[in-house]
């Protein structure tokens, strides 16, 4: 009974310790998307990732770098090495020093990764209201629930309950630590034209984009799951192989004749 009673109260210590931190975090729990790339037999869907790409390029880049993305990995995306030579080109990075001992800047190349649309991080603060755009190369594998949150976040504006004050030039989001996001919603009904026709209401551009950002974080993913399995199936092979000719080895033992002696 004293067993029982204490692991009564631990499982009510700790409820009540997981429902405190909740309280300090999010309103609400991401909401539990089904996603292609999700299990041992996942794959990336690269269609939606690409339209992603598009959202990213044409609506995020405004304020979010991958600064651990190359242009070059748009290739394993489907994209044809003059695509990424001339949408690298839109871009500038920093270049070499000159004779004078002065910065300058270049085209960027499909080797270098996403540069930051802000020279620095106070522009960008100064830029959002104060806050600091993250950089999204890692954001679906940084965050717990990544791809659900993410995918929340992007559609989860509302209006503030009653009786919350939010602050000036917050917006409201349950999904957000704390509720109040500086980001104002990004995505609107037909913001980006999607290059395969298909409708780019918010939840699709949510959910593509997501898919885009997953691919970011691990674009060899499909590449990882297909060599999972195959190491799998040579080890349950090898497994089988083993298991046959330990019993050939060891059946004259057990029957009380010496292997070598028969051969």
Known sequence: MKLVKNIAIALT????????????????????????????????????????????????????????????????????????????AE??????????????????????????????DNAARASNGGALPPDLSLMAKARHDGPNYIYSLLVGYEDAPAGRDMPAGKQYNPYFKGGA??????????????????????EQMAKDVTNFLMYVAE??????????????????????ILYFSMKKIWKPVKSGKNFYEDK
């Not at 009540?16 to 975090?25: I, M, R």
């Not at 339209?51 to 290739?75: D, E, P």
């Not at 995505?187 to 034209?193: K, N, P, R, S, T």
Request: net charge negative; with cysteine; charged share 20%.
């Open 13 to 88: 210590a700790a409820a009540a310790f997981a429902g405190a931190s909740f309280g300090a975090g999010a309103d609400k729990h991401p909401m539990q998307m089904e996603w292609e790339f999700e299990g041992p037999f996942g794959k990336m869907d690269m269609s939606s990732a690409q339209r992603g790409w598009q959202v990213y390029k044409q609506v995020c880049s405004a304020c979010h770098s991958l600064k651990y993305f190359r242009f070059r990995n748009l290739a394993d995306l489907g994209y044809e090495e003059d695509m990424i030579k001339a949408w690298a």
């Open 91 to 120: 871009y500038e990075v920093a270049g070499e020093i000159d004779d004078a001992g002065d910065p300058t800047v270049r085209a960027a190349r499909p080797e270098d990764a996403f540069p930051s649309p802000f020279p620095n």
């Open 181 to 202: 996001i500086s980001m104002a919603p990004p995505l609107a009904e037909g913001i980006v034209e999607y290059e395969d026709g298909t409708a780019a209401t918010p």
């Open 219 to 240: 674009p060899k993913l499909t590449a990882r799951h297909h060599m999972g399995l195959k190491v799998l199936l040579f080890l349950g092979i090898l497994t089988i």
